[in-house]
């Protein structure tokens, strides 16, 4: 399985910006769709974004997010981006990504291999 490692996360205020970063190792990342979800207090994992394998020329995004969020994917670095701006209150959670093989969804439980987390707190 392929080791995801999540970074780049931490306290900004209402209308910043941070950039996730998803690092894979003992896999090469280019073979799987990869996805970021999200966590809050008392929450369910929900999808925020997820990208296709390859090229990653589809992408796909919650509609909570769709205009402010955008992922990417550098395969030579192995690494998948998930770039957040505007960002609000609500999108405070503990941010994973995940991977899969197969088409891209939505749905976490299709997803094999997690990262471990990385907080995002927007607050003034």
């Known amino acids: 399985q392929v080791q995801l490692v999540e970074s780049g996360g931490g306290l900004v205020q209402p209308g910043g910006s941070l950039r996730l970063s998803c690092a894979a190792s003992?896999?090469?990342?280019?073979?799987?769709?990869v996805g970021w979800f999200r966590q809050a207090p008392g929450k369910e994992r929900d999808f925020v974004a997820a990208?296709?394998?390859?090229?990653?020329?589809?992408?796909n995004y919650a509609d909570s997010v769709k205009g402010r969020f955008t992922i990417s994917r550098d395969n030579g670095k192995n690494t998948v981006y998930l770039q957040m701006n505007s960002l609000k209150v609500e999108d405070t959670a503990v941010y994973y990504c995940?991977?899969?093989?197969?088409?891209?969804?939505?749905?976490?439980?299709?997803?094999?291999?997690w990262g471990q987390g990385t907080q995002v707190t927007v607050s003034s």
């Open positions: 003992g896999r090469t990342l280019s073979v799987y769709v």
């Open positions: 990208i296709t394998w390859g090229s990653g020329a589809n992408t």
């Open positions: 995940a991977t899969r093989k197969g088409p891209l969804t939505t749905y976490p439980g299709l997803y094999d291999s």
